[in-house]
């Protein structure tokens, strides 16, 4: 039986782009819909509205982003509790038993079948809606969009943004450098995250397997949760990203 109930919609989003697209677009944490079968996986609702059921304010930036700049996005509607989609099947936050400081009830010692039936619900045909775009658009630029906490575990965390990166820094560093240049941003790099194969998946398989260049950006949650927030970050990024690319190019 398939995790999700007919009713129910799919995992996947996908924003459409223009011809000649330069970047993809992902968003993995974007919702935090739980399939009804799983009962909210006995978090309260007030702690599904928090970060540790999603991204909260990147589906926003991530859509607007992906209007001006004309280019397709992928962003996936279920709760990073349910699934992880940006951990590979066998990390120890896959199927996260305990998130910041809040348990997960649903997850605890969960079985093969259980953690199959995420897989292939979510997990699977979110990642094959990422990999079809990447095979029509070709030397794309992949973009991983983000976003963090400003308090995590009563550590306030100063910067506003980060770039995430691993075996190529080239896009990241470039797109670091050009925010640094805006007024009053605190821009971090691999910090309070940073990108490796056995913590994340995005990155290592869809850009470094193929050789891409990539950025994963994290912006901190204050600054966009709400539609003004997530509007200047889209009008930011949809400057910015343009500008590093052409700095690439010219290296």
Request: aromatic residues 6%.
């Amino acid at each position: 039986m398939s995790l999700l109930a007919g009713d129910e919609p799919g995992p996947v989003e996908l924003l459409s782009g223009g011809a000649g697209a330069r970047f993809l677009l992902t968003a993995d944490h974007a919702g935090r819909a739980i399939p009804r079968g799983l009962a909210d996986l006995g978090v309260s609702a007030a702690e599904l509205v928090r970060h540790i059921a999603w991204d909260i304010g990147i589906a926003g930036v991530t859509r607007r982003l992906s209007a001006l700049l004309a280019v397709p996005a992928v962003l996936q509607h279920y709760s990073r509790l349910v699934i992880d989609c940006n951990r590979p099947a066998g990390a120890s936050g896959a199927f996260p038993e305990v998130s910041e400081a809040t348990v997960i009830p649903g997850n605890m010692a969960l079985g093969e079948d259980a953690k199959a039936a995420r897989l292939a619900a979510i997990f699977a045909p979110y990642h094959a809606a990422i990999g079809r775009e990447i095979e029509v658009l070709g030397r794309v630029i992949y973009v991983a969009m983000h976003s963090f906490t400003p308090v995590y575990l009563g550590q306030a965390r100063a910067m506003h943004v980060a770039v995430l990166y691993n075996r190529n820094p080239r896009f990241s560093r470039a797109l670091a450098g050009l925010l640094r240049a805006e007024p009053g941003l605190v821009v971090a790099e691999n910090d309070p995250y940073s990108v490796s194969d056995e913590s994340d998946y995005g990155v290592p398989v869809h850009a470094e397997r193929r050789g891409l260049d990539y950025v994963e950006i994290e912006i901190r949650q204050d600054l966009i949760q709400d539609e003004a927030g997530q509007a200047e970050w889209a009008a930011r990024l949809a400057r910015l990203l343009p500008l590093a690319a052409d700095r690439l190019s010219r290296t």
